[in-house]
C-alpha cells in the first residue's frame, strides 16, 4: 500500500492487497419516504337522494424519498438466495443488485352505499 490517500482505489488484479474487499463504494443508504397518504371527503348523508352515503378520495403512494444514495432506491430489496442448500441471504445484505425503485401511484376513488 504505496498511496493510503489515493483518491480511487488500485485496480491491479496482480497485486495481492487489491484483492482485498474496499469501503470505496459503500454508502450511506438512510432514507424519509412518504409510503401512502389517502385524502378524502364523507358527503353528507341524502346529498343526492338515491345515494344514502358517499366518499370520495385521492390516494398516493411513494410520492417522495429524501436521501442522498446515488442508486434508484434505498430501500434494497431482501435478497432470497439459496446456493446448494445454503442460506446466503447474511453475506448479500446491503447490496444493491439493482431492482427496480417502487412505483409512484395515485389513484381516486369513489364508494357509495345504496
Known amino acids: 500500500m504505496t498511496n493510503p490517500n489515493a483518491k480511487y482505489p488500485r485496480l491491479d488484479v496482480t497485486d495481492a492487497f487489491s484483492r482485498q474487499f474496499s469501503s470505496y ?24 337522494r338515491w345515494i344514502p352515503a358517499a366518499r ?8 417522495f424519498t429524501i436521501t442522498g444514495y446515488s442508486g ?8 432470497d438466495v439459496e ?8 453475506q448479500f445484505r446491503g447490496v444493491d443488485g439493482g431492482s427496480y425503485p417502487a412505483n409512484r401511484m395515485v389513484s381516486i376513488g369513489i364508494m357509495s352505499s345504496f
Open 72 to 79: 434508484p432506491d434505498p430501500a434494497l430489496p431482501a435478497w
Open 83 to 90: 446456493a446448494a442448500g445454503l442460506d446466503l441471504r447474511d
Open 25 to 48: 463504494w459503500v454508502e450511506d443508504g438512510s432514507y424519509v419516504r412518504l409510503r401512502s397518504i389517502q385524502v378524502g371527503y364523507d358527503f353528507p348523508p341524502a346529498f343526492v
Open 56 to 63: 370520495v378520495y385521492l390516494r398516493a403512494e411513494n410520492l
